[in-house]
């Protein structure tokens, strides 16, 4: 369970470059929920993001996770509970590390205790590395010792989806994570993404800007514009909702045209 | 130096190949063994900073300015304890404020908000002091009236025909393979790979749990040990502690590490650890080849910076030359058609 209360940023206060990123966020994500968020560029989408898994610092409000206030806690703890995908695939993995490296640095995330600290790598980790990666069905069982920058886009984004959720986490970010991806890799590492989802029951939110997506999947749409969330949809009004309406109730709650030429272009599929 | 024909020059250089009487006085003169001997000593206790520069500037991404006066800290407090009659806890000592040094660097980086080269330059300030303290406000120390492990070590295999000559070499062969191997396990622990995916990519480590901040602490601590441990056994080596022993080790270090690597590329961190101690024998044998050539001993530095800028381009130069081939080429063949 995921929850923002009243929660607000503004970059660079008091000078000429003032933005209010967020202001006056309310969220809140029941256990399994899995919301789409869309919004025009520079809406806040991923500057909330950022929030939950606190790259920064809230000016005001609370988040609370799993009854557990985390506003103050450094992103470094937090991250034991939260899992980020980036629209980049480049920043989820370390490239000059082999995808078992990676993997068992994944896997640091279940471990607390300090003498696991100086352990290495087991044959059973191993072992259970490859049986993951081999669901990923992208034959990179077979390349455990090959340094994670040799692997392609989509093979990375799919080791990182892995590697997020390898321990459950409390709450997922997708942050647009196939948008830099071909169309075809991107609808595997999709398929993926609502395999793992469905399966663990796992709280999701995902930025996207493909408007068929975002009243596909998940059983929430959240609409976002100038650091606030204008709309949220679900229920019975989401299922009978057609993109067409969904453009139409954006220009109703924001008064413009969604700007971005992605969604228009993606309204027709 | 008195000029000579090229050809005695070039004999002095390519001494194996050029054999025969015309040259035959003059050999002796060049690789005698004792002089490749001291050479490879001098490489692997040297090896040890090249290691510690391999952690911060490989592994972390972080180029430590504190190294000069970690090293010349390694020699004040290895000489200082060395005198009072324990070379091998004057080792430990120095290990001990390495870690210190090393602490403080990172201390100043990750809690306090200084830019990383900063803190070095900040940290390696401070310890010229500290290091003239630590020497009781003098600038140099010998140890020539004390035990060292090198003279433990020799009483022991007096008169044994070939321990007797090469019983130095095989400590610090000993020493920088035993440290080799402890930091190639070390960065494949849990927490040897956090250190390196924080200088691979910082964006992930932080979404993977681990704290940068400490990861750079521990990674900076482990270097430093490693650097004061040079500069102790160095002390003991040279039975003296001088304050400017420290002086340029960054360029030298660097120098041996990219040497190293230059030769050896990636691999595993076994195969890495030991190209820079082989990278670091290198670099002495060439330093040895330099002063053979007569070079005056105070150009040594110009020597070390020319080297390390050389290895440092040399694989830049190599794409460059394949490139220019294949343009070459290219032009060529649309010339002949």
New interface residues.
């Given amino acids: 369970m995921l929850e923002l209360k009243n929660i607000s940023k503004t970059f660079n206060p008091g000078t000429v470059n003032e933005k209010s990123a967020l202001s006056h966020v309310n969220l809140h994500l029941d256990n399994g929920d899995f919301a789409t968020i869309i919004g025009s560029n520079g809406a806040g989408k991923s500057t909330m993001f950022n929030a939950i898994?606190g790259?920064f610092y809230v000016d005001e409000g609370d988040i609370i996770l799993d009854d557990e206030n985390i506003t103050y806690v450094?992103?470094?703890?937090r991250?034991?509970m939260i899992?980020?995908l980036f629209q980049d695939p480049l920043?989820?993995?370390?490239?000059?590390?082999t995808i078992e490296?990676?993997l068992?640095?994944?896997y640091?995330?279940a471990?607390t205790k300090s003498h696991?600290?100086?352990?290495?790598?087991s044959k059973k980790d191993k072992e259970k590395f490859r049986e993951q990666l081999a669901l990923l069905d992208m034959g990179l069982e077979d390349r455990l010792k090959q340094?994670v920058g040799l692997l392609s886009g989509g093979q990375r984004q799919a080791l990182t989806l892995l590697?997020?959720t390898m321990v459950t986490p409390k709450i997922l970010l997708l942050d647009e994570h196939t948008a830099a991806l071909d169309p075809a890799t991107a609808e595997k590492v999709l398929k993926l993404t609502k395999d793992i989802i469905a399966e663990r029951g796992i709280t999701c939110l995902m930025v996207t800007h493909n408007m068929h997506q975002a009243l596909e999947l998940g059983n929430r749409t959240l609409m976002m514009d100038s650091g606030r969330i204008v709309s949220d949809i679900y229920g019975e009004e989401r299922t009978k909702m057609t993109v067409d309406d969904l453009l139409t109730k954006f220009k109703e709650n924001v008064g413009a045209q969604l700007d971005n030429d992605r969604i228009l272009f993606s309204k027709e599929k | 130096m008195y000029r000579k024909h090229p050809a005695e020059f070039f004999g002095r250089m390519f001494p194996i190949t050029v054999t025969g009487e015309r040259f035959g006085n003059d050999m002796e003169t060049i690789f005698t063994a004792s002089i490749i001997q001291s050479a490879m000593e001098l490489g692997c206790i040297y090896a040890l900073v090249a290691m510690a520069l391999f952690i911060s500037f490989t592994i972390l991404n972080i180029a430590d300015l504190s190294t000069d006066g970690c090293f010349t800290l390694g020699c004040a407090v290895g000489a200082v304890v060395t005198l009072t009659g324990h070379p091998i806890l004057g080792l430990l000592a120095a290990m001990g404020t390495g870690v210190l040094s090393g602490f403080i660097t990172a201390f100043l980086q990750t809690k306090m908000g200084v830019e990383s080269i900063l803190a070095g330059i900040i940290v390696n300030t401070g310890l010229y002091t500290i290091n003239i303290m630590v020497m009781g406000f003098s600038s140099n120390i010998n140890l020539f009236k004390c035990d060292t492990i090198f003279s433990m070590v020799k009483a022991k295999v007096e008169g044994i025909p070939f321990l007797a000559s090469w019983y130095k070499m095989i400590i610090v062969l000993v020493i920088v393979i035993i440290i080799g191997i402890l930091i190639s396990i070390f960065l494949n622990t849990r927490i040897g790979l956090s250190i390196r995916a924080t200088g691979d990519n910082p964006h992930m480590v932080r979404a993977s749990s681990i704290n940068p901040a400490f990861t750079i602490t521990v990674g900076l601590c482990v270097a430093n040990s490693l650097t004061a441990l040079s500069g102790a056994v160095l002390a003991q080596y040279q039975k003296s502690c001088d304050i400017n022993f420290g002086t340029g080790m960054v360029t030298i270090a660097l120098a041996s590490l990219i040497i190293g690597e230059t030769l050896i590329g990636k691999g595993s961190m076994l195969r890495r650890v030991l190209g820079v101690i082989l990278g670091s024998c290198l670099y002495r044998f060439f330093v040895a080849i330099a002063l053979r050539l007569n070079i005056p001993a105070e150009s040594l530095k110009l020597v070390s910076a020319l080297i390390v800028a050389i290895a440092i381009s040399f694989p830049y130069m190599k794409n460059k030359l394949a490139l220019f081939k294949q343009i070459h080429a290219a032009r060529r063949e649309r010339m002949g058609r």
């Fill in positions: 898994t790259s450094p992103e470094y703890k991250s034991k899992g980020h920043l989820g993995t370390a490239p000059h590390m490296e990676n068992t640095l994944a640091l995330r471990s696991q600290f100086f352990s290495r790598l340094p590697m997020a």
